[in-house]
């Protein structure tokens, strides 16, 4: 049965016919977007809280639901690696007709999110950086439990055996930092939107066919370093994955970016902290 979360976040968005796909957008506001990548194993409702912020405060907020997550289609035959994944939320933009954009980059969305960029390099307005992998990539292994996954048979127990009750712990101890951001009807919710009709079976497709490769980092850092605009680093330092010393601070040196927001969020620092990653935002969409 579906749970208010939900309901209520499939109420505020709409689908758009691509294609050969369908695809789910959470689209609130007006004026120059901003475009929010989620990652794994999230969807758009993760920003959700962010886009109300914002597009209370005078801006749009758009985030999609990746192909293979979320409300999104979730055909079997369709790649999945980053490029694909890419290529596709190309598509997805082309379909609102968005020609000039802000960026947020989370999770596996910062490698979908910069295959985006090095596409559309000249409809880019700003960079908003979170907790995500953009270096170091072949040395980059799947933090605990997203280790489990790749692995065949292991990854369709792990998900079939799955309770909102265990997500919840699974993510208060390595995704959430403040414990009461993320109470059990949230953890229904993630758990929904993960499963979803095929069983997740997409998704564990999308875990076996990262690309980090050496070229795809060289691709990555490029193309956002060919970006003459504002970039920022926003960053949960209690990350036990993707830790700031490892992850953030090459990107940061890699981009030269000194616009840097460190707080005490976790992997998900988009459930605990959005108050502070909306006021972030809105400071750079007024400079850009």
Known sequence: MNNTFFVEHEKQGKYIQLSN????????????????????????????KIINTIANNGVRGVSFDLLGMGLSDRPLDYDYSWTGL?????????????????????????????????????????VTILNTLLVSLPQFRKPFPMGFFPIPGVGELFIATTTPFLLQ???????????????IEVAKTYLQFLKGKDKARSFLKIMRSFEPTAAKENLYISSLKN????????????????TYEKYGVPIKKALEIE??????????????????????????????
């Open 259 to 288: 616009k840097i927001t460190k707080t005490e969020g976790s992997h998900f620092l988009q459930e605990d902290f959005s108050e502070i990653i909306a006021a972030k935002l809105l400071e750079l969409v007024q400079q850009a």
């Open 169 to 183: 712990k699974l993510m208060h101890l390595r995704g959430i930092y403040r414990k009461e951001a993320f109470g």
């Open 21 to 48: 796909t369908k695809a789910f957008v959470f689209d609130k506001g007006e004026g120059v977007p901003i475009v929010f990548f989620h990652g794994v194993p999230a969807s758009s409702f993760l920003y959700r």
């Open 227 to 242: 970006l003459d605009v504002p970039k920022q680093l926003i960053w949960g330092m209690n990350d036990k994955g993707l």
């Open 86 to 126: 890419g290529n596709w939320s190309v598509e997805v933009i082309e379909k609102l007709k968005l020609k000039k954009f802000h960026v947020v980059l989370h999770d596996i969305g910062g490698p979908v999110g910069s295959e985006v960029i090095s596409k559309m390099q000249d409809r880019i307005l700003s």
